[in-house]
């Protein structure tokens, strides 16, 4: 099993998760723009060079003086 963090330049591997494993009927948007942005996380797992699974989510600054926290979406 290999899990990859996806950033800029992996706009076809996005495109690919996020067509299998995103809600049904969802259009991706521009994920060039989303990757490049480093709120963002996009995480690929993959089994035998082939996708069997997503996660994506944006880090939120909290008001406190702690590290900013991951809200995991999917």
């Known amino acids: 099993m290999e899990i990859r963090v996806l950033a800029p330049g992996d706009e076809k591997a996005a495109t ?33 060079g082939e996708p069997v699974g997503m996660a994506y989510g944006h880090h939120l600054p909290r008001p406190d003086a702690q590290p900013d926290m991951l809200l995991l979406y999917s």
């Open 16 to 48: 690919t998760l996020t067509a299998l494993f995103a809600d049904p009927g969802a259009v991706p948007g521009d994920l060039a723009t989303w990757l490049a942005d480093d709120r963002n996380v996009m995480v690929g797992a993959y089994r035998n």
